[in-house]
């Protein structure tokens, strides 16, 4: 899967399930302040992500995603790792 | 907006010394100290005070004196659930009697294999659910923001014999995050305290009791996107240390956490029409 596919199934289900508007989701943005995430909204991120492209998260996974950006690349990474 | 602050009151050597009463004099001498105990807290927590009395006298329409006599009953029944929470876990189930109500949509769950969302509030006892639920072989995983209660669960798990009960502490390092996944892909049962919520939390809002108040949206938002029965669940108090477990079937519109709002209210509702005195949310509820 091409990273502009990540992108774009990502920021689909994010634009869906956190009702935000499309142009919120930019690269290098914020994550949580973006999505207006708090500590329980992350349950539903990752049960997003992994059900959306069928990859398996943990905690450690998370340290060093701020920004979309870090968030595609986490998928990425884990999708190849998978391959 | 009212908001919880996140600690609860007590001590870990207040527990010891329940603990040692409880297991030196017995349970009724434990009791007993909870009359002094009871106005000691009525006196020297005055914010928390000032909290039950406006629940008692707006949300309920208690007349003064009524309202003043349920402060001090209130204390009383809470320092009871608190002895009774210590005095089962420590291997003394068997000093009280248990009453299912609605058993049926749990033994479903575990019928069908499915994981479980319950959903609680702070009223009556939740903490000794797992005992009703013993022949289930589930162990129910309490989501919890208390802090300062770490101290003291983690005292109770070294010296109980057999804690039942696992805590989810939501955590800056989403740690709860995974551990929340894992026991929904286990097949385990979450369960949520609905009614609390600290600095930060995304809330929602309902009509609860005749007055405008905030919840924590969080579990509303999980459980009604989650493919996952959801129950409310609530342990209550009876005289003659008897409990009386009540566990309902959410209805709601998938992907609708307002109308899993609505129905919680509306549970809690009921629950404390028939227990108007055990609602142990020591903070101002329904502030703007």
New interface residues.
């Given amino acids: 899967m091409s990273r502009d596919e990540i992108i774009d199934i990502t920021n689909r289900f994010l634009i869906e399930?956190f009702e935000v508007e499309p142009d919120v989701i930019q690269p290098d943005a914020d994550l949580k302040e973006s999505l207006?995430l708090?500590?329980?909204?992350?349950?539903?991120?990752?049960?997003l992500i992994?059900s959306n492209f069928g990859i398996k998260?943990?905690?450690k996974d998370?340290t060093n995603v701020n920004t979309f950006d870090n968030l595609y690349d986490l998928i990425g990474s884990k999708i190849h790792a998978i391959a | 907006m009212a908001e919880w602050e996140g600690k609860s009151r007590g001590t870990v050597s207040g527990y010891k010394i329940f603990i040692f009463l409880i297991k030196h004099a017995g349970i009724p001498v434990a009791y007993s100290l909870l009359i002094f105990v009871s106005l000691y807290y009525v006196i020297s927590s005055p914010h928390q005070t000032a909290a039950i009395y406006r629940y008692f006298r707006r949300q309920r329409q208690y007349g003064f004196i009524r309202s003043i006599i349920s402060i001090y009953r209130n204390y009383f029944v809470f320092g009871q659930t608190i002895i009774d929470k210590i005095a089962i876990t420590a291997g003394l189930e068997h000093k009280y009697t248990y009453e299912f109500d609605g058993i049926e949509h749990i033994r479903q769950l575990a019928k069908n294999n499915s994981a479980g969302i319950l959903i609680s509030a702070h009223v009556g006892n939740f903490e000794v659910s797992q005992y009703f639920m013993g022949e289930f072989d589930k162990q129910i995983h309490l989501v919890t923001t208390d802090e300062e209660q770490r101290a003291i669960k983690s005292y109770l798990a070294n010296i109980m014999a057999k804690p039942k009960t696992g805590f989810i502490v939501?955590?800056?390092?989403?740690?709860?995050?995974?551990e929340?996944?894992r026991v929904i892909d286990e097949k385990g049962m979450i369960c949520f305290t609905g009614d609390r919520f600290v600095e930060?939390?995304?809330t929602m809002t309902a009509n609860f009791l005749g007055r405008e108040a905030h919840f924590?949206?969080?579990?509303f938002?999980?459980s009604s996107?989650?493919s996952t029965p959801v129950l409310f669940v609530y342990v209550m108090r009876e005289r003659h240390r008897h409990y009386h477990l009540y566990a309902r079937t959410a209805t709601f519109a998938h992907r609708d956490a307002q109308s899993l709002l609505h129905a919680y209210v509306q549970s809690i509702e009921q629950i404390l029409t028939k227990y108007p005195l055990q609602w142990f949310n020591y903070y101002d509820f329904w502030k703007a």
Wanted: proline share 5%.
């Fill in positions: 399930e207006d708090d500590s329980l909204d992350y349950v539903d991120l990752v049960v992994e998260l943990e905690s998370f | 939501l955590n800056d390092d989403l740690s709860h995050v995974f929340i996944n930060g939390s995304k924590p949206a969080g579990p938002l999980i996107r989650l």
